[in-house]
């Protein structure tokens, strides 16, 4: 096998490119291993309007998606653990007001496991900032509202009620939970990458939340809100990756597929993923709107993020994204050839 910095230049060549040709304006890439070994590579910039900004390895990104494995999921196995919630509870048991007017609704039997697996009838996404609602009442309508029923698909609203529950369950909003060093809700803007600019807002986003229901939620939702530097991802992820995170039950319900190719959080390698080709079959991904994504391979040991700011000035454009998502990730598996 050949030596991490070397594996990392291969992997990192598509992504340089990338910025060469203008598709992104920045991206850094970072290795970690089981034994602890880690690499990080940048290149370009954090922001390129109004003014460029040039990236740097503790800058902060907006990692969108990522919020729902790193934070939600992370938080609500947690709460398992500590037998104040199964994840096969009726989100009812601990929401007891959700669709409170209407006992027999369907958003009353849904349970904890299956929104982490995205197996309800909820829909992918809807614009709820734009009712112009405060935080604690736009709260409210999502716990009332009869949404309307549709085939099992990766839903944000699944995640935006995990993370209602997880207040409750805690008493304490998700901006007040503690996170670990690289993790945050509340990022100084100056260190922080830039995103898209915002037609609603009517500003250029940096260092708060670019997902607009996740704003109106007050920053701090279960779906986005969550951002982090990229030593702070590759903690987390090797946490999870040696086992300090959970115990080996915890860890096992993580990597059991609960429907198609989904775990509690996480999608699972399967035949033209999002982490390329060549991972094993123990390899667990998730990917952000912003650009970002993560990938932990059990069985090689070794996990990478890949953190842009691609929707930066406008997510209306091509950035080629998954291509090079998936190449990089390929290319890790490449270089990590397993026995």
Known sequence: MTSLSESIETMFEPARLAVAEGRIPGVTLGLVTAKGERSVL???????????????????????????????T?????????????????????????????????????TIRQCLSHQTHLPAVEPLY???????????????RNWKSGPPVYSDINFILLGILIERVTGTPLSAVDLSPGLTFRPDPASSVA??????????IRGEVHDENAFALGGAAGHAGLFGTVDGVLDYAASLMGGQRFSAPSMADLMTLSAGTRT????????????????????????GFTGTGLWIDMDR???WTLLTNRVHPSRHSESGIMALRRETGTRLAAAFKQD
């Open 264 to 287: 509690l959080g996480w999608e699972i390698a399967h035949p033209g993923w999002h982490g390329g080709e060549g991972s094993s079959a123990r390899t667990i991904g998730h990917l």
């Open 130 to 144: 734009t009712l112009g609602q405060d935080p604690e009442t736009l709260r409210a309508y999502i716990l009332q």
């Open 42 to 72: 940048t290149a370009g910039l954090a922001q390129r309007e109004p003014e460029s900004i040039p990236l740097h390895r503790a800058h902060w990104f907006d990692l969108a998606s990522l919020t729902k494995v790193i934070f939600t």
């Open 195 to 204: 995103t898209e600019f915002c037609a609603w807002r009517g500003r250029m």
């Open 74 to 110: 992370d938080n609500l196995i947690r709460l398992v653990e500590q037998g104040r919630v199964a994840l096969d509870d009726p989100l009812s048991l601990h929401i007891p007001d959700l669709r409170q007017y209407e006992t027999g609704a369907a958003e009353r039997r849904l």
């Open 301 to 303: 040991g070794v996990a």
